[in-house]
């Protein structure tokens, strides 16, 4: 499967619309992988483990790079027949924007992993949103936080070779329309 043409990234800082652009883009009928970072805070919350940010940040940047790097590899496996546009909410290079924000260390095979697997050319990066953001359970960034997060992703999604492309603060549609139309996809 030609991951590389048919995986697409929506990344930025938290709170800046990607669940909402994700949620539209699978009522249109496209495939979308939640982020990995959410579903690991709730399971850690549940069973109290200390893989939390809050806690201990470098157990949980391991565990969203394993996490991330095996939904990566089970969509491969789930798209290899049908060959068909896949919208992930955040990319492997999130966490590895993650580990260089915090100055952390993770494993070197599993950082080497990580860096092979790769998305179409085209990322898709939501800005800083202020009149939007808002925090919840799981995101207790604060809003310079949640900018600093913003270009510390596009810098290594650069760095990696990527085209990041700013989706504009606009309503859910136009962003979905824009997205579409970035990569040559007739909207729904």
Not at 53 to 74: C, D, G, I
Not at 123 to 150: G, M, N, S, V
Not at 169 to 182: A, D, G, M, N, P
């Amino acid at each position: 499967m030609d991951q590389e043409n048919y995986f697409i990234v929506l990344t930025g800082g938290p709170g800046v619309g990607k669940t909402t652009l994700l949620n539209k883009l699978k009522k249109e009928g496209y495939r979308t992988v939640p982020e990995e970072a959410r579903r690991i805070i709730q399971e850690q919350v549940a069973k109290n483990g200390n893989g939390l940010p809050w806690k201990n940040k470098q157990h949980y940047a391991s565990l969203m790079l394993a996490a991330s790097n095996a939904r990566y590899l089970l969509e491969i496996k789930e798209n290899t027949q049908r060959q068909q546009y896949v919208f992930f909410d955040r990319g492997i290079p999130d966490t590895l924007a993650y580990i260089d924000m915090e100055k952390l260390t993770v494993a070197a095979p599993l950082l080497e992993e990580a860096k092979r697997y790769r998305y179409h050319k085209k990322i898709f990066i939501l800005p800083p949103w202020q009149e939007i953001y808002e925090t919840d359970h799981e995101r207790k960034q604060t809003w310079e936080e949640a900018e600093a997060t913003f270009y510390q992703m596009k810098s290594v999604y650069e760095r990696l070779g990527y085209m990041v492309i700013e989706v504009p603060k606009t309503s859910v549609e136009l962003r979905y329309q824009f997205i579409c139309e970035s990569l040559g996809l007739a909207t729904h």
